[in-house]
């Protein structure tokens, strides 16, 4: 999206006026139904951590104004920077959010959860290399370790989904090694 191309809202079809850099994302808003129309696409990634038990990881976002999924639980997620690879905004987003240093297994899941805003996300199952150390970080009020049963509602759907595949099983278990390309980029380090 660039400032002469003329944008409109589809929500309620007026012209999508360009605001300003915001945590490096551009957005237009349109003035009367406040939608924003991120430019991108934007790419996020996240970890699924299995504990034992059958349990995995989740945290709670912390609470902001521009946020509105704050308050709110999921797996540990957060945008991949520029000039950064999905994998490693995994790993970097975990640690920030959890304290938890992981091995990247395998990815669970990569797609668009909701064709309505341009972003996609991919899913990580990963291993917990301090599960001792688990504690709410940066991004994150509170974390927990939860079952099918104990776990919060989660604020995205693509978590949702992929944590109903791995409690069904569909998704297979933690393999004893990281996947052929995950462990190139270990080598590669």
Known sequence: M?????????F??????YDKLIDRLRCARAPHCKHIEWDGPWA??????????????????ELKADDPFGG???LPVGWVNR?????????RETEEESNL??????LLYEGVPNPDYNRFTMIYLARALNP???RAGDDAIEVGVFDRKTMPPLCFNSHAQTLDLWWSGKLGRM?????????ELKLAA
């Not at 299995?50 to 709670?60: L, M, Q, S, T």
């Not at 240093?101 to 395998?106: A, G, N, S």
């Open 83 to 91: 000039k950064e690879s999905p994998r490693l905004a995994a790993i």
């Open 44 to 61: 996020s990634a996240a970890t699924l951590i299995p504990f034992p038990k059958n349990r995995v990881v989740a945290i709670r976002r």
């Open 175 to 183: 393999p004893a090694q990281p996947d052929h390309f995950l462990r």
């Open 132 to 134: 001792e150390e688990l």
């Open 101 to 106: 240093r992981v091995c990247l297994m395998r």
């Open 2 to 10: 660039s400032e002469a191309q003329e944008i409109l809202c589809k």
């Open 72 to 74: 709110l639980w999921c």
């Open 12 to 17: 309620c079809g007026v012209k999508l006026i």
